[in-house]
């Protein structure tokens, strides 16, 4: 399996709603990110999590919050969110050693009304 | 200053053509270079990955690496128009955090 998926494809959510975005691997990588990328944007890195332990918040805002339960998950809680927060949200995954190479899930797609 | 320079494009071809795509940058510690293939709405692909100078080939595509120009390039050969996406250069000097250009889109017409 050299898949990384995330599930909702698509989010539709209000500012007072609270969701939560899913990912999962099973290539036995130990780095997991989330990123964040908006139209005709690279993606920006938002959260890394390295065996599991976060090891790089890239200053989010505390509305978003990461959560890695195990080695093949990664979720990212969303609460009070503002319409500027509407975005791409991509999964990624690489081996903990050749961290270089990281393989993106699909993305899930979020609109914030 | 950005740390790394990628044309938005777009970048139009005809079917068949030869499309180089170039980014430039400015960190003479990055030693890790990365290509992206990303279609509309899709997540990115991973499509090369070479570590400090020199070449890499995967089928139709070559990477090119020239640290001492800070200058690396991705060469298409034969081009498809299942090769119209945006490509997105990334690098890193080793370790978590990448950086990417802003991408270029290409065009290939039938």
């Known amino acids: 399996d050299t898949e990384v998926t995330q599930t909702p494809k698509h989010l539709v959510m209000g500012m007072t709603n609270k969701k939560s975005l899913k990912c999962e691997q099973h290539?036995?990588?130990?780095?997991m990110y989330w990123y964040k990328q908006k139209a005709k944007k690279p993606p920006e890195l938002m959260f890394v999590y390295s065996y599991e332990k976060l090891s790089i918040n890239e200053s989010v805002p505390s509305r978003f919050s990461p959560e890695c339960p195990n080695s093949s998950l990664l979720n990212l809680h969303l609460h009070a969110l503002q319409p500027e927060d509407s975005a791409l949200y991509l999964c990624?995954?690489?081996?903990?050693?050749?961290?270089?190479?990281?393989?993106f899930g699909p993305g899930t797609r979020l609109t914030v009304l | 200053q950005k740390e790394v320079e990628q044309d938005p494009g777009p970048l139009s071809v005809p079917e068949g053509a030869i499309v180089s795509l170039n980014c430039t940058y400015s960190n003479s510690a990055f030693q890790y270079f990365m290509w992206y293939r990303q279609y509309s709405r899709k997540g990115p692909e991973l499509l090369m990955y070479t570590y400090s100078s020199g070449n890499k080939e995967d089928g139709r595509f070559t990477a090119q690496v020239d640290k001492s120009s800070k200058y690396i390039s991705l060469f298409i050969r034969d081009s498809q128009p299942s090769d119209s996406a945006t490509y997105l250069c990334a690098m890193n000097t080793g370790f978590q955090k990448l950086v990417f250009g802003t991408g270029t889109r290409l065009l290939v017409s039938p």
């Open positions: 990624a995954s690489s081996q903990a050693v050749r961290e270089n190479e990281q393989f």
């Open positions: 290539m036995g990588h130990r780095a």
